[in-house]
């Protein structure tokens, strides 16, 4: 079992930057796929970011040249890093894992989330 725990979020005007953290615990970490999904309210949970076992990372077209993934499996845990934030980011980001080196855009694909961290961006 993997329990995942977010921290970072708050409120911030636009143009700000926040940086997310998921930590996990598990022996097992390194070898998980890891993911960044986020959920405004009457929306649908939508993915943001994820990253392999590898490091290799892919973002989504919305946030992409402002938003950045990145772990360290010595530390068991996974950063977001959000800049020029828009008011459209506020939603509550949800720090997910998979039992898979992989990568993956696909909620169904995880098997572990964590309880979410709101992020507020005003205008």
């Known amino acids: 079992q993997v329990q995942l725990v977010e921290s970072g979020g708050g409120s911030v005007q636009a143009g700000g930057s926040l940086r997310l953290s998921c930590a996990a615990s598990?022996?097992?970490?390194?070898?998980?796929?890891m993911g960044w999904f986020r959920q405004a309210p009457g929306k649908e949970r939508e993915f943001v970011a994820t990253i392999s076992r590898s490091g290799t990372t892919y973002v989504a077209d919305s946030v992409k040249g402002r938003f950045t993934m990145s772990r360290d499996n010595a530390k068991n845990t996974v950063y977001l890093q959000m800049n020029s934030l828009k008011p459209e980011d506020t939603a509550v980001y949800y720090c997910a894992a998979r039992r898979f080196e992989g990568w993956s855009t696909v909620p169904y694909d995880y098997n572990y989330w964590g309880q979410g961290t709101q992020v507020t961006v005003s205008s």
């Open positions: 598990g022996r097992t970490f390194s070898t998980y796929g």
